[in-house]
Protein backbone atom coordinates (compact mmCIF):
# COMPACT_ATOMS: atom_id res chain seq x y z
CA UNK A 1 0.00 0.00 0.00
CA UNK A 2 2.61 2.26 1.25
CA UNK A 3 4.61 1.66 -2.03
CA UNK A 4 1.54 2.46 -4.35
CA UNK A 5 1.58 6.01 -2.34
CA UNK A 6 5.05 6.32 -2.68
CA UNK A 7 4.58 5.73 -6.42
CA UNK A 8 1.83 8.18 -6.72
CA UNK A 9 3.38 10.56 -5.58
CA UNK A 10 6.80 10.54 -7.01
CA UNK A 11 4.44 10.90 -10.65
CA UNK A 12 3.26 13.36 -9.62
CA UNK A 13 5.94 15.41 -8.51
CA UNK A 14 7.30 14.45 -11.66
CA UNK A 15 4.43 15.42 -13.84
CA UNK A 16 4.51 18.58 -12.00
CA UNK A 17 7.78 19.42 -12.24
CA UNK A 18 8.35 18.48 -16.22
CA UNK A 19 4.91 20.59 -16.78
CA UNK A 20 6.37 23.30 -15.56
CA UNK A 21 9.52 23.16 -17.57
CA UNK A 22 8.01 22.69 -20.40
CA UNK A 23 5.90 25.47 -20.24
CA UNK A 24 7.73 28.69 -18.71
CA UNK A 25 10.52 28.89 -21.46
CA UNK A 26 8.34 30.24 -24.48
CA UNK A 27 6.84 32.72 -21.72
CA UNK A 28 10.71 33.87 -20.58
CA UNK A 29 11.68 34.46 -23.85
CA UNK A 30 9.38 37.24 -24.71
CA UNK A 31 8.01 39.77 -22.06
CA UNK A 32 3.90 39.58 -21.20
CA UNK A 33 1.90 42.19 -23.03
CA UNK A 34 -1.81 42.98 -22.07
CA UNK A 35 -3.44 44.86 -24.76
CA UNK A 36 -6.48 46.49 -24.11
CA UNK A 37 -8.72 46.84 -26.80
CA UNK A 38 -12.03 49.03 -26.44
CA UNK A 39 -14.38 48.37 -29.45
CA UNK A 40 -18.01 48.59 -30.43
CA UNK A 41 -20.05 45.55 -28.95
CA UNK A 42 -21.42 44.98 -32.02
CA UNK A 43 -18.12 43.23 -32.92
CA UNK A 44 -18.39 41.19 -30.06
CA UNK A 45 -18.72 37.22 -31.16
CA UNK A 46 -15.93 37.94 -34.13
CA UNK A 47 -13.17 39.50 -31.72
CA UNK A 48 -13.79 36.96 -28.77
CA UNK A 49 -13.36 34.17 -31.92
CA UNK A 50 -10.23 36.39 -33.13
CA UNK A 51 -8.78 36.21 -29.62
CA UNK A 52 -8.51 32.41 -29.46
CA UNK A 53 -6.61 32.87 -32.48
CA UNK A 54 -4.57 35.70 -32.18
CA UNK A 55 -4.01 34.24 -28.41
CA UNK A 56 -3.20 30.98 -29.71
CA UNK A 57 -0.87 32.07 -32.22
CA UNK A 58 0.79 34.95 -29.71
CA UNK A 59 1.42 33.48 -26.19
CA UNK A 60 2.74 36.40 -24.74
CA UNK A 61 -0.44 38.66 -25.75
CA UNK A 62 -3.31 38.63 -23.54
CA UNK A 63 -6.19 40.79 -25.03
CA UNK A 64 -8.30 42.58 -22.68
CA UNK A 65 -11.63 43.63 -24.36
CA UNK A 66 -13.73 46.30 -23.34
CA UNK A 67 -17.26 46.31 -25.17
CA UNK A 68 -19.65 48.56 -25.49
CA UNK A 69 -21.56 51.79 -26.99
CA UNK A 70 -18.72 53.75 -29.21
CA UNK A 71 -20.11 57.08 -27.39
CA UNK A 72 -19.83 55.00 -23.63
CA UNK A 73 -16.27 54.02 -24.75
CA UNK A 74 -14.89 57.25 -26.32
CA UNK A 75 -16.26 58.97 -23.14
CA UNK A 76 -14.48 56.64 -21.06
CA UNK A 77 -11.06 56.87 -23.30
CA UNK A 78 -11.64 60.52 -22.43
CA UNK A 79 -11.55 60.26 -18.74
CA UNK A 80 -8.60 57.98 -18.92
CA UNK A 81 -9.46 54.77 -18.95
CA UNK A 82 -6.51 52.25 -19.82
CA UNK A 83 -7.12 51.39 -23.92
CA UNK A 84 -4.29 50.65 -26.55
CA UNK A 85 -6.91 50.56 -29.62
CA UNK A 86 -10.28 51.56 -30.15
CA UNK A 87 -12.46 50.65 -32.89
CA UNK A 88 -15.85 52.49 -33.04
CA UNK A 89 -18.85 51.63 -34.96
CA UNK A 90 -19.44 55.20 -36.44
CA UNK A 91 -16.59 57.67 -37.11
CA UNK A 92 -18.37 60.18 -34.80
CA UNK A 93 -16.81 58.90 -31.88
CA UNK A 94 -13.14 58.46 -33.73
CA UNK A 95 -13.40 62.20 -34.99
CA UNK A 96 -14.12 63.06 -31.44
CA UNK A 97 -11.03 61.37 -30.03
CA UNK A 98 -9.12 62.63 -33.54
CA UNK A 99 -10.33 66.31 -32.36
CA UNK A 100 -8.71 65.87 -28.62
CA UNK A 101 -5.33 64.55 -30.01
CA UNK A 102 -6.16 61.03 -28.06
CA UNK A 103 -5.68 59.18 -31.20
CA UNK A 104 -1.99 58.43 -33.15
CA UNK A 105 -3.67 59.87 -36.24
CA UNK A 106 -1.48 57.89 -38.47
CA UNK A 107 -2.77 54.56 -37.21
CA UNK A 108 -6.40 55.44 -38.06
CA UNK A 109 -8.14 53.32 -41.02
CA UNK A 110 -11.20 52.23 -41.85
CA UNK A 111 -11.34 48.75 -40.68
CA UNK A 112 -14.54 47.31 -41.77
CA UNK A 113 -18.06 48.41 -43.24
CA UNK A 114 -21.42 47.20 -42.26
CA UNK A 115 -24.68 46.92 -43.68
CA UNK A 116 -28.89 47.63 -41.46
CA UNK A 117 -31.24 45.45 -41.92
CA UNK A 118 -35.10 45.68 -41.00
CA UNK A 119 -35.60 42.31 -38.95
CA UNK A 120 -38.69 40.51 -37.91
CA UNK A 121 -39.42 37.47 -35.44
CA UNK A 122 -39.55 34.55 -37.70
CA UNK A 123 -42.98 33.74 -37.28
CA UNK A 124 -44.23 37.15 -37.86
CA UNK A 125 -47.44 37.21 -40.17
CA UNK A 126 -47.67 40.93 -41.03
CA UNK A 127 -46.42 41.69 -44.98
CA UNK A 128 -43.38 43.41 -43.52
CA UNK A 129 -40.87 43.08 -46.55
CA UNK A 130 -39.25 46.76 -46.89
CA UNK A 131 -38.69 49.46 -44.76
CA UNK A 132 -41.88 51.60 -45.78
CA UNK A 133 -43.87 48.86 -44.50
CA UNK A 134 -43.09 50.50 -40.58
CA UNK A 135 -45.34 53.04 -41.40
CA UNK A 136 -48.78 50.39 -41.91
CA UNK A 137 -51.00 50.30 -39.29
CA UNK A 138 -50.24 46.65 -38.11
CA UNK A 139 -46.60 47.76 -37.19
CA UNK A 140 -47.98 49.53 -33.27
CA UNK A 141 -44.51 49.76 -32.66
CA UNK A 142 -40.54 48.75 -34.24
CA UNK A 143 -37.28 49.64 -32.11
CA UNK A 144 -33.99 51.41 -33.20
CA UNK A 145 -30.79 51.80 -31.39
CA UNK A 146 -31.54 55.44 -29.77
CA UNK A 147 -30.24 57.97 -32.22
CA UNK A 148 -28.15 60.07 -29.96
CA UNK A 149 -26.11 57.50 -28.43
CA UNK A 150 -26.37 54.27 -30.43
CA UNK A 151 -24.15 54.34 -34.07
CA UNK A 152 -27.28 51.76 -35.57
CA UNK A 153 -30.06 53.94 -34.33
CA UNK A 154 -28.26 57.06 -35.72
CA UNK A 155 -28.02 55.35 -39.15
CA UNK A 156 -32.03 53.62 -39.21
CA UNK A 157 -32.84 57.24 -38.50
CA UNK A 158 -30.96 58.95 -41.71
CA UNK A 159 -32.50 55.83 -43.68
CA UNK A 160 -36.31 56.50 -42.74
CA UNK A 161 -35.59 60.44 -43.16
CA UNK A 162 -34.29 59.93 -46.77
CA UNK A 163 -37.45 57.71 -46.71
CA UNK A 164 -39.24 60.19 -45.96
CA UNK A 165 -41.04 57.44 -42.86
CA UNK A 166 -39.32 59.30 -40.23
CA UNK A 167 -41.57 62.07 -38.78
CA UNK A 168 -44.98 60.00 -39.55
CA UNK A 169 -43.31 56.43 -37.77
CA UNK A 170 -41.44 58.22 -34.80
CA UNK A 171 -44.21 57.95 -32.08
CA UNK A 172 -43.93 53.78 -32.18
CA UNK A 173 -40.50 54.13 -31.80
CA UNK A 174 -38.79 52.48 -29.05
CA UNK A 175 -35.24 53.61 -28.33
CA UNK A 176 -33.37 51.09 -27.35
CA UNK A 177 -30.24 51.30 -25.35
CA UNK A 178 -28.45 49.21 -27.28
CA UNK A 179 -28.44 46.67 -30.50
CA UNK A 180 -28.91 44.18 -28.04
CA UNK A 181 -31.84 44.99 -27.05
CA UNK A 182 -33.72 46.07 -30.39
CA UNK A 183 -32.65 42.01 -30.89
CA UNK A 184 -34.52 41.26 -27.41
CA UNK A 185 -37.43 42.91 -28.57
CA UNK A 186 -38.25 41.89 -31.87
CA UNK A 187 -37.41 38.15 -30.84
CA UNK A 188 -39.82 38.50 -27.99
CA UNK A 189 -42.32 39.55 -30.18
CA UNK A 190 -42.55 42.93 -28.99
CA UNK A 191 -41.80 44.98 -31.28
CA UNK A 192 -43.22 44.81 -34.66
CA UNK A 193 -39.77 44.91 -36.01
CA UNK A 194 -36.66 46.53 -35.54
CA UNK A 195 -33.47 48.13 -37.14
CA UNK A 196 -29.98 46.43 -36.77
CA UNK A 197 -27.10 45.93 -38.47
CA UNK A 198 -26.21 43.14 -40.71
CA UNK A 199 -23.69 40.95 -38.32
CA UNK A 200 -26.61 41.41 -35.42
CA UNK A 201 -29.26 40.16 -37.34
CA UNK A 202 -26.86 37.32 -38.98
CA UNK A 203 -25.95 35.99 -35.09
CA UNK A 204 -29.13 35.66 -33.88
CA UNK A 205 -31.46 33.03 -34.91
CA UNK A 206 -34.78 34.54 -33.50
CA UNK A 207 -34.84 37.05 -36.05
CA UNK A 208 -35.04 37.13 -40.16
CA UNK A 209 -33.79 39.72 -42.20
CA UNK A 210 -36.60 41.06 -44.55
CA UNK A 211 -34.86 43.97 -46.17
CA UNK A 212 -31.51 45.36 -46.75
CA UNK A 213 -31.25 49.44 -46.59
CA UNK A 214 -30.90 50.56 -49.82
CA UNK A 215 -27.46 51.52 -51.35
CA UNK A 216 -27.21 55.51 -50.40
CA UNK A 217 -30.03 56.26 -48.53
CA UNK A 218 -27.03 55.98 -45.41
CA UNK A 219 -23.47 57.28 -45.30
CA UNK A 220 -21.14 53.94 -45.58
CA UNK A 221 -21.14 52.44 -41.99
CA UNK A 222 -17.70 51.88 -41.37
CA UNK A 223 -15.44 50.95 -38.30
CA UNK A 224 -12.90 52.88 -37.71
CA UNK A 225 -9.77 51.77 -35.69
CA UNK A 226 -6.80 53.18 -34.41
CA UNK A 227 -4.16 53.20 -31.54
CA UNK A 228 -4.43 55.57 -29.15
CA UNK A 229 -1.66 58.35 -28.39
CA UNK A 230 -1.57 57.12 -24.68
CA UNK A 231 -0.59 53.90 -25.83
CA UNK A 232 2.41 51.84 -23.61
CA UNK A 233 2.53 48.82 -25.96
CA UNK A 234 2.61 50.40 -29.43
CA UNK A 235 4.32 47.47 -31.18
CA UNK A 236 1.64 44.89 -29.84
CA UNK A 237 -1.00 47.39 -30.59
CA UNK A 238 0.49 47.89 -34.53
CA UNK A 239 0.79 43.97 -34.77
CA UNK A 240 -2.67 43.48 -33.46
CA UNK A 241 -4.49 45.75 -35.77
CA UNK A 242 -1.97 44.62 -38.82
CA UNK A 243 -3.55 41.00 -37.96
CA UNK A 244 -7.30 42.40 -37.55
CA UNK A 245 -6.84 43.96 -41.07
CA UNK A 246 -5.26 40.54 -42.66
CA UNK A 247 -6.70 37.92 -44.16
CA UNK A 248 -6.99 35.69 -40.66
CA UNK A 249 -8.59 38.83 -39.11
CA UNK A 250 -11.05 39.22 -42.83
CA UNK A 251 -11.83 35.33 -42.75
CA UNK A 252 -13.58 36.40 -39.23
CA UNK A 253 -15.07 39.20 -39.36
CA UNK A 254 -16.59 38.33 -43.19
CA UNK A 255 -18.34 34.65 -41.89
CA UNK A 256 -19.86 37.37 -39.24
CA UNK A 257 -21.55 39.09 -41.84
CA UNK A 258 -19.13 42.54 -41.88
CA UNK A 259 -17.40 43.94 -45.29
CA UNK A 260 -13.39 44.70 -44.95
CA UNK A 261 -13.12 48.26 -45.34
CA UNK A 262 -11.35 50.44 -48.31
CA UNK B 1 -34.21 73.33 -22.63
CA UNK B 2 -35.17 71.20 -20.12
CA UNK B 3 -37.79 68.75 -20.51
CA UNK B 4 -40.11 68.57 -17.71
CA UNK B 5 -41.67 65.66 -18.11
CA UNK B 6 -38.81 62.93 -17.14
CA UNK B 7 -39.61 64.37 -14.09
CA UNK B 8 -43.07 64.35 -13.45
CA UNK B 9 -43.00 60.87 -14.89
CA UNK B 10 -40.54 59.81 -12.64
CA UNK B 11 -41.94 60.98 -9.68
CA UNK B 12 -45.36 59.68 -10.57
CA UNK B 13 -44.23 56.10 -10.90
CA UNK B 14 -41.88 55.98 -7.91
CA UNK B 15 -44.89 57.43 -6.18
CA UNK B 16 -47.15 54.56 -7.52
CA UNK B 17 -44.71 51.57 -7.50
CA UNK B 18 -44.56 53.12 -3.59
CA UNK B 19 -48.31 52.53 -2.66
CA UNK B 20 -47.43 48.61 -4.14
CA UNK B 21 -44.81 48.07 -2.39
CA UNK B 22 -45.50 49.28 0.75
CA UNK B 23 -48.72 46.57 0.31
CA UNK B 24 -47.08 43.66 -0.67
CA UNK B 25 -44.09 44.49 1.82
CA UNK B 26 -46.01 44.98 4.77
CA UNK B 27 -48.35 41.96 3.73
CA UNK B 28 -45.55 39.31 2.90
CA UNK B 29 -43.66 40.92 6.19
CA UNK B 30 -46.63 40.11 8.24
CA UNK B 31 -47.51 36.76 6.56
CA UNK B 32 -43.67 35.70 7.01
CA UNK B 33 -44.11 36.95 10.99
CA UNK B 34 -47.02 35.28 11.77
CA UNK B 35 -47.46 31.85 9.85
CA UNK B 36 -44.93 29.10 10.05
CA UNK B 37 -44.85 27.53 6.42
CA UNK B 38 -42.31 24.52 4.96
CA UNK B 39 -41.42 26.63 1.76
CA UNK B 40 -40.62 29.47 4.26
CA UNK B 41 -36.44 29.47 3.47
CA UNK B 42 -37.78 29.34 -0.09
CA UNK B 43 -39.72 32.99 0.07
CA UNK B 44 -37.66 34.53 2.13
CA UNK B 45 -34.78 34.19 -0.47
CA UNK B 46 -37.09 35.01 -3.45
CA UNK B 47 -37.91 38.21 -1.85
CA UNK B 48 -34.59 39.23 -1.90
CA UNK B 49 -33.96 38.48 -5.30
CA UNK B 50 -34.30 41.47 -6.78
CA UNK B 51 -31.70 42.86 -4.58
CA UNK B 52 -29.14 40.83 -5.78
CA UNK B 53 -30.19 40.43 -9.08
CA UNK B 54 -28.39 42.91 -12.06
CA UNK B 55 -31.56 45.57 -12.62
CA UNK B 56 -30.75 44.16 -16.58
CA UNK B 57 -31.78 40.87 -15.62
CA UNK B 58 -34.32 41.69 -13.83
CA UNK B 59 -36.01 43.77 -16.22
CA UNK B 60 -35.33 40.56 -18.99
CA UNK B 61 -37.42 38.38 -16.57
CA UNK B 62 -40.10 40.92 -16.14
CA UNK B 63 -39.59 41.44 -19.85
CA UNK B 64 -40.91 37.76 -20.63
CA UNK B 65 -43.20 37.66 -18.29
CA UNK B 66 -45.58 40.56 -19.11
CA UNK B 67 -44.25 40.63 -23.21
CA UNK B 68 -46.37 39.85 -26.07
CA UNK B 69 -45.89 36.15 -25.74
CA UNK B 70 -45.62 36.04 -21.61
CA UNK B 71 -48.79 34.72 -19.36
CA UNK B 72 -48.99 38.17 -17.63
CA UNK B 73 -48.73 40.03 -20.63
CA UNK B 74 -51.11 37.30 -22.62
CA UNK B 75 -53.71 37.25 -19.63
CA UNK B 76 -53.94 41.39 -20.17
CA UNK B 77 -54.58 41.18 -23.85
CA UNK B 78 -57.33 38.37 -23.86
CA UNK B 79 -59.14 39.82 -21.10
CA UNK B 80 -58.15 43.39 -20.69
CA UNK B 81 -57.18 44.10 -24.14
CA UNK B 82 -54.42 46.11 -22.95
CA UNK B 83 -50.90 45.89 -22.65
CA UNK B 84 -48.45 47.25 -20.20
CA UNK B 85 -45.52 46.50 -22.09
CA UNK B 86 -43.62 49.77 -22.86
CA UNK B 87 -45.93 52.27 -21.10
CA UNK B 88 -45.97 53.70 -17.39
CA UNK B 89 -47.48 50.82 -16.18
CA UNK B 90 -44.20 48.72 -16.81
CA UNK B 91 -41.82 51.45 -15.07
CA UNK B 92 -44.64 51.31 -12.19
CA UNK B 93 -43.82 46.95 -12.33
CA UNK B 94 -40.60 47.99 -12.72
CA UNK B 95 -40.08 49.87 -9.86
CA UNK B 96 -42.00 48.54 -7.63
CA UNK B 97 -40.24 44.78 -7.92
CA UNK B 98 -36.83 46.05 -7.57
CA UNK B 99 -38.08 48.32 -4.29
CA UNK B 100 -39.80 45.52 -2.50
CA UNK B 101 -36.72 43.70 -1.10
CA UNK B 102 -36.15 46.97 0.42
CA UNK B 103 -39.52 47.48 2.50
CA UNK B 104 -39.59 44.19 2.91
CA UNK B 105 -36.71 44.06 4.81
CA UNK B 106 -37.22 46.97 6.50
CA UNK B 107 -41.22 46.12 7.49
CA UNK B 108 -39.62 42.83 8.41
CA UNK B 109 -36.82 44.26 11.04
CA UNK B 110 -39.47 46.45 12.51
CA UNK B 111 -42.18 43.88 13.21
CA UNK B 112 -39.18 41.72 14.95
CA UNK B 113 -38.82 44.92 17.15
CA UNK B 114 -42.46 44.53 18.35
CA UNK B 115 -42.58 42.88 21.81
CA UNK B 116 -45.52 40.24 20.96
CA UNK B 117 -46.29 40.91 25.15
CA UNK B 118 -48.59 43.75 24.00
CA UNK B 119 -49.87 42.32 21.14
CA UNK B 120 -50.98 39.51 23.45
CA UNK B 121 -52.29 41.70 25.86
CA UNK B 122 -54.75 43.52 23.31
CA UNK B 123 -55.82 39.68 22.57
CA UNK B 124 -56.14 38.84 26.06
CA UNK B 125 -58.95 41.96 26.00
CA UNK B 126 -60.51 40.67 23.27
CA UNK B 127 -59.26 42.72 20.19
CA UNK B 128 -59.39 40.97 17.10
CA UNK B 129 -56.51 39.80 15.01
CA UNK B 130 -57.62 43.17 12.65
CA UNK B 131 -57.33 45.57 15.68
CA UNK B 132 -54.33 44.35 17.06
CA UNK B 133 -52.45 44.69 13.91
CA UNK B 134 -53.89 48.38 13.15
CA UNK B 135 -53.98 49.77 16.59
CA UNK B 136 -50.60 47.88 18.40
CA UNK B 137 -48.43 46.19 15.46
CA UNK B 138 -48.44 48.90 13.22
CA UNK B 139 -47.95 52.34 15.27
CA UNK B 140 -44.77 50.37 17.11
CA UNK B 141 -43.15 49.12 13.88
CA UNK B 142 -44.33 52.78 12.29
CA UNK B 143 -40.18 54.15 12.10
CA UNK B 144 -39.25 50.78 10.46
CA UNK B 145 -42.16 51.33 7.82
CA UNK B 146 -41.36 54.86 7.58
CA UNK B 147 -37.71 53.98 7.19
CA UNK B 148 -38.57 51.60 4.42
CA UNK B 149 -41.33 53.53 2.10
CA UNK B 150 -38.71 56.32 2.24
CA UNK B 151 -35.53 54.23 0.77
CA UNK B 152 -38.19 52.15 -1.56
CA UNK B 153 -39.30 55.73 -2.84
CA UNK B 154 -35.89 56.63 -3.89
CA UNK B 155 -35.03 52.92 -5.30
CA UNK B 156 -37.82 53.15 -7.45
CA UNK B 157 -37.27 57.08 -8.61
CA UNK B 158 -33.41 55.94 -9.38
CA UNK B 159 -34.17 52.69 -11.44
CA UNK B 160 -32.97 52.27 -14.41
CA UNK B 161 -32.37 48.93 -16.12
CA UNK B 162 -35.19 46.95 -15.12
CA UNK B 163 -37.33 49.96 -16.30
CA UNK B 164 -35.96 50.66 -19.76
CA UNK B 165 -35.89 47.07 -20.53
CA UNK B 166 -39.77 46.71 -19.85
CA UNK B 167 -41.24 50.42 -20.31
CA UNK B 168 -38.69 51.46 -23.06
CA UNK B 169 -37.41 54.63 -23.87
CA UNK B 170 -40.05 56.63 -25.14
CA UNK B 171 -39.23 59.87 -25.17
CA UNK B 172 -42.60 61.82 -23.71
CA UNK B 173 -44.14 58.59 -23.23
CA UNK B 174 -42.13 56.31 -20.59
CA UNK B 175 -38.58 58.67 -20.94
CA UNK B 176 -38.36 58.36 -16.54
CA UNK B 177 -35.44 60.73 -15.16
CA UNK B 178 -32.37 58.27 -15.11
CA UNK B 179 -32.83 57.37 -18.32
CA UNK B 180 -33.19 60.48 -19.18
CA UNK B 181 -30.05 61.26 -17.81
CA UNK B 182 -28.22 58.06 -18.98
CA UNK B 183 -29.39 59.01 -22.86
CA UNK B 184 -27.95 63.07 -22.07
CA UNK B 185 -24.70 62.03 -20.35
CA UNK B 186 -23.94 58.98 -23.31
CA UNK B 187 -24.84 61.86 -26.33
CA UNK B 188 -22.22 64.41 -24.35
CA UNK B 189 -25.58 67.45 -23.36
CA UNK B 190 -23.78 67.41 -20.18
CA UNK B 191 -25.41 69.98 -19.26
CA UNK B 192 -29.27 68.82 -19.24
CA UNK B 193 -27.10 65.50 -17.54
CA UNK B 194 -26.07 67.45 -14.96
CA UNK B 195 -29.68 69.82 -14.19
CA UNK B 196 -31.60 66.15 -13.85
CA UNK B 197 -28.79 65.00 -11.67
CA UNK B 198 -29.22 68.05 -9.39
CA UNK B 199 -33.00 67.70 -9.78
CA UNK B 200 -33.21 63.91 -8.71
CA UNK B 201 -30.18 64.20 -6.23
CA UNK B 202 -32.42 67.25 -4.60
CA UNK B 203 -35.49 64.66 -4.14
CA UNK B 204 -33.85 62.31 -2.94
CA UNK B 205 -31.77 64.18 -0.51
CA UNK B 206 -35.32 65.75 0.84
CA UNK B 207 -36.36 62.73 1.55
CA UNK B 208 -33.61 60.82 3.27
CA UNK B 209 -32.81 63.62 5.05
CA UNK B 210 -36.57 64.27 6.40
CA UNK B 211 -36.48 60.81 7.33
CA UNK B 212 -33.70 61.15 9.89
CA UNK B 213 -34.71 64.82 11.33
CA UNK B 214 -38.47 62.83 11.67
CA UNK B 215 -36.73 59.64 13.38
CA UNK B 216 -34.73 62.06 15.65
CA UNK B 217 -37.36 63.70 16.98
CA UNK B 218 -39.44 60.90 17.73
CA UNK B 219 -36.96 59.50 19.62
CA UNK B 220 -36.63 62.74 21.59
CA UNK B 221 -40.66 62.52 22.08
CA UNK B 222 -40.47 58.91 23.00
CA UNK B 223 -37.57 59.72 25.83
CA UNK B 224 -39.50 62.17 27.18
CA UNK B 225 -42.68 60.12 27.29
CA UNK B 226 -41.01 57.42 29.15
CA UNK B 227 -39.42 60.50 31.67
CA UNK B 228 -42.90 61.66 32.82
Given at each position: MKKWILLAITLVIGIVLTGCGGNSQPNQSEAKVELNVSAAVSMKDALAEIQKNYQAKNPNVTLVYNLGASGTLEKQIEEGAPADIFISAATKQMDDLDAKNLIDKATRKNLLENKLVLVVAPNSTLAIAKFEDLAKSEVQKFAVGEPSVVPAGQYAKEVLEKLGLWAGIKDKAVLAKDVRTVLTYVETSNVEAGIVYKTDAAISDKVKIVAIAPEGSHKPIVYPAAILAGTKERKAAENFLAYLSGPEGQTVFEKYGFTMGK | MIEWQPIILSVKVALMSLIFVAILGIACAYAMRRWEFGAKALFEALFTLPLVLPPVVTGFLLLLLIGKRGPLGWIFSEY????????PYAAILAGTVVAFPLMYQSTKAAFQGVDCQFEDAARTLGASEWRVFWTVTMPLAWPGLVAGLVLSFARALGEFGATIMVA?????????LPLAIYFAAESNDLGTAGLYVVIISVITFTAVYWLNVWTKNRVKVSVYRGMF
Open positions: - | FHTKIIFTGNIPGKTQT
